[in-house]
């Protein structure tokens, strides 16, 4: 009969994948010449690689803190632990808990602790698993987020804290901008009101050797179910995929998507009324783009890798008008791979966005620039 020190490690090692990859959104997927490297340089344990038109996971080495979620422009890197609408629904809960104007995310280390009642915060593996899209959502509806750590210094996670320390900075950043008088702050305790009755301590800790062994119960099924579809696919399908088809390429278009953080958080500007003045900001969140009319040449690259649509190129009535580029900043993220597609250097994408940019919705008209040339299915990078 295995002990539970065994139980524990087969837990451990049949663990669900905590990160989703989702390949057509990774500009490096999408073209290799794509210089951005945002999640293997914040995940801190060499877990993700980026080349050769992949991007890959190892699961041995993830320790699914969320950061590379966290600092990924055109979110291929979707959290599962909790995935988004998961945390949302939990910091709201607790919120209703505490009848507090104020929303509060611990990580993983504290909440063991039990030192304050799990009913009065949303948890997290580690506090850079939170993206400026959820705070800013709480901000605008008039709530304080306050992120509690587990005392970072002796943490396996401590090297993530960068990451945690520039999210805060560019979610209060923004709440100043558009004078939201919201704040986001950090501490390394609870507030007194959270804390735990010696009772509640009990009754949880009962709760959670039985939620233990559920758990597990799943986490099996999951592992099962994981090694069926490997089997499936190993014997109905053992061609690997060309690059075209986990792209979903198609005549030339590669596809666009919505996103869905940068969408809530300009929502969340949006509820919080007009920016205090029209100078512009520094964000990793949104990019502007400016071209060099000498050195286009109008192929199109830049629009044709675009994971957005932010930048669209629109012909001419004939194929001797000159062509326009039209750019939308509000879908612009940042990902700079107009920037590294572009063989003429021509487009450049800057950190430096108006307000007035960012939430008018409508395309910029860039310039008018050469004659159009054919611009049809190009073989991918
Ligand atoms: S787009 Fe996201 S997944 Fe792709 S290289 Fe950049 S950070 Fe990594
Ligand atoms: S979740 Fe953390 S450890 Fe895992 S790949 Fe992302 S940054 Fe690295
Ligand atoms: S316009 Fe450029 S920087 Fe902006 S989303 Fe498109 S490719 Fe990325």
Not at 345 to 367: D, N
């Amino acid at each position: 009969m295995p002990s539970v020190e065994d139980v524990m490690e087969i837990a451990e090692s049949i663990r669900d994948r905590p990160i989703a990859i989702v390949d057509e959104r990774c500009v490096a997927v999408r073209n290799r010449n794509s210089t951005c490297k945002c999640c293997s340089e914040a995940c801190i344990k060499d877990a993700i690689s980026v080349s050769n038109n992949t991007v890959k996971l190892d699961l041995n080495a993830c320790m699914a803190c969320g950061a590379c979620t966290a600092v990924c422009p055109t979110e291929a890197l979707v959290s599962l632990e909790p995935p988004d609408e998961a945390l949302a629904q939990q910091a709201v809960n607790s919120v209703e808990q505490t009848g507090e104007n104020q929303v509060i995310i611990a990580c993983a280390r504290i909440a063991s602790k039990l030192t304050a009642d799990p009913r009065k915060f949303a948890e997290v593996p580690c506090l850079c698993r939170v993206d400026e899209s959820l705070m800013l959502s709480f901000a605008s509806h008039g709530f304080d987020v306050l992120l509690v750590d587990g005392n970072c210094k002796t943490c396996k996670y401590r090297d993530t804290n960068d990451v945690t320390d520039f999210v805060i900075d560019q979610t209060n950043d923004l709440i100043e901008k558009w004078g939201g008088t919201a704040q986001i702050t950090r501490s390394s305790e609870f507030p007194a009101d959270c804390a735990m009755r010696p009772e509640d301590v009990r009754n949880l800790r009962a709760r959670e050797r039985r939620g233990f062994f559920g758990s597990t119960a799943d986490k099996a099924k999951a592992a099962a179910y994981t090694a069926a579809m490997k089997e499936l696919h190993l014997k109905g399908d053992d061609k690997p995929k060309s690059l075209r088809e986990r792209l979903q390429a198609a005549h030339g278009h590669l596809p666009q998507f919505s996103m869905v953080r940068h969408d809530n958080a300009l929502n969340a500007l949006d509820r919080m009324g007009q920016a205090v003045d029209d100078e512009p900001f520094n964000t990793t969140m949104w990019g502007h783009v400016t071209f060099d009319k000498e050195k286009c040449n109008g192929c199109g690259m830049c629009a044709m890798f675009c994971p957005t649509g932010a930048l669209k190129k629109i012909d001419g009535k004939s194929a001797h008008d000159p062509y326009t580029m039209e750019f939308t900043c509000s879908a612009c993220t940042d990902c700079g791979l107009c920037e590294d597609a572009c063989f003429k250097k021509a487009i450049h994408v800057s950190e430096m966005v108006k307000p007035s940019q960012l939430m008018s919705f409508e395309p910029e008209t860039l310039q008018a620039i050469a004659p159009s040339q054919t611009f049809g299915a190009r073989p991918l990078s």
